[in-house]
């Protein structure tokens, strides 16, 4: 099926750094219209194909996480439901992924900055020698305008979604979001060709993304919050075989979640001879964190999974 | 490929009802050997394929989660690994579902007991008149004797294993546990017909359960908690078409899957007109919880997933 033609198309210098429902949209379109986003990389643009670790320690973390938009939907109104299909993602030819000093799951016992470049080539990027990560991509941002006034921080989600950084919400998916202001004021960005559950270091494979979605006003649809119905199977890409599987076990979810983590990045080392500092980082983009218990009190499990068809 | 004959088999008689590291074994192996267990299911025969609610109400907690076992294998050192590769699993042809009394991720919500008695035909259990349940049998429980001296609660899991509810352990796995007493001290029971990631209401379907397992020491490996190699592709019963997603989003994991969950209820409940205790239950046989993302300060996302094939 042919990608439809936009009726729109926002330009990846037509973005803003925080949301705010006073931002005048730079389009409005009719209910049901499809728009086209080309949209910069997380760092906007900061970081290139050629960029070093250094370029990470002096990121400008005020450009950082932009969104490109807002446009306005005719007809929307405080209470509708706006549906975002999810129609086409194009990433760029390569890809960036990063810890950054102080960001991060395991921010504390990963101080030091450290940067892969990744070639996104015939549906994989190589992480790593041998790390052969199948792509998925998706955008980390997508969102509307907040219900209180005032700018918030792109960084966070909220109930308006925003940075989801939900690996799941490939082509083909359909997002629904609360409309807390006229006309809805959608804007999307952060480009990830592929992540785990989680991203856990911070940074998935972040890529500059053209991005095609279809934008319609539910009147007969009531959210309070992000909801979504999927493409299909999740993780086909990935699900293609065996997992290998840590556990943290223990009374708080974060803390599990931290200890998972930690577990498969030593698995990582052991098994498969990967520095902890780049199984960190292969974790974020691959492997998924799962709540296995949260009833068998006072102890809840969060289990990392690593599919180990990227070794293959 | 035919399940290997079993050296021992352990009768479902022959359970405890803690975790402890100076039980004297029921049986003893060599490594390498084959084990048959015959597990009652968790009420440990209290509730039947003819029981009602009531029967519920009225369920003597010390006779819950019961383990068979245990059983020491020659050899089996602390510092050690045990490998226990999971042969088969035999679930019986019923399985009980229960919203018990403060007990639950949402047991402030659902102060009432309620239960779902589940006839297991064909590889699938219908829940609810339309919601079939592709059956994944497993158990909640696989563990060896705690590093510490006296009796633990079979409720709780912890770094021996234990009521560890992980979906994804499933006939093909082998789960690796630390060893901390001679002999390990191997036990398992609670058997599970199907479950979601998080087992949400605080139970599975649950089932009795015929086990084989084979034991290994592994004097080649260390573990510090439980690591497992799964099958397969996760799920490959229910990933096989869309899923509906809602969001939890907050500065709290447990919050966040008790929102995702609650959403999900609401959404079963607006489209599929499943009662909110219905839709309780089913969430915890077949709604799984995934972490999002656990990074973007201060906001986690924790969002719960429904194989929409069950209603196909």
Request: net charge negative; with cysteine.
């Amino acid at each position: 099926m042919a990608t439809p033609s936009a009726s729109v198309h926002i330009r990846s210098d037509q973005y803003h750094l925080a949301w705010d429902r006073s931002l005048p949209p730079v389009a409005t379109v009719s209910s049901g219209s499809v728009v086209e986003i080309d949209a910069l990389d997380a760092s906007g643009g900061q970081l290139t194909e050629d960029s070093t670790v250094a370029d990470v320690t002096t990121l400008d973390f005020g450009r950082v996480d932009q969104v490109n938009g807002p446009v306005a939907v005719e007809g929307a109104e405080p209470g509708d439901t706006l549906q975002v299909e999810l129609l086409d993602f194009q990433p760029a030819g390569w890809g960036w992924t990063a810890s950054i000093p102080g960001f991060g799951l395991l921010a504390d016992e990963f101080p030091a900055a450290a940067l892969r470049i990744t070639q996104l080539r015939d549906g994989i990027g190589e992480l790593l020698p041998g790390a052969r990560i199948p792509l998925a991509p998706f955008c980390g941002e997508i969102g509307v305008a907040p219900r209180e006034e005032g700018p918030h921080s792109t960084i966070p989600p909220d109930t308006f979604g925003g940075n989801m950084d939900t690996k799941h919400l490939t082509a083909g998916a359909r997002l629904f979001l609360p409309v807390y202001a006229p006309g809805a004021l959608f804007s999307m960005g952060d480009g990830h060709a592929a992540q785990g559950d989680g991203e856990v270091c911070g940074t998935a494979i972040e890529t500059p993304m053209r991005i095609v979605v279809r934008l319609t006003v539910r009147k007969d649809l009531h959210v309070t919050a992000p909801e979504f119905q999927t493409a299909g199977p999740l993780a086909s890409a990935t699900n293609r075989g065996p997992f290998y599987a840590t556990d943290g076990v223990g009374p708080d979810l974060l803390t599990a979640a931290r200890d998972a983590t930690r577990r498969m990045i030593e698995y990582l080392g052991r098994e498969h001879g990967i520095a902890a500092i780049d199984a960190y980082l292969l974790c974020s983009v691959t492997v998924d964190l799962k709540i296995s218990e949260v009833v068998d009190a006072p102890n809840w499990i969060v289990t990392a999974y690593c599919p180990l068809g990227i070794f293959g």
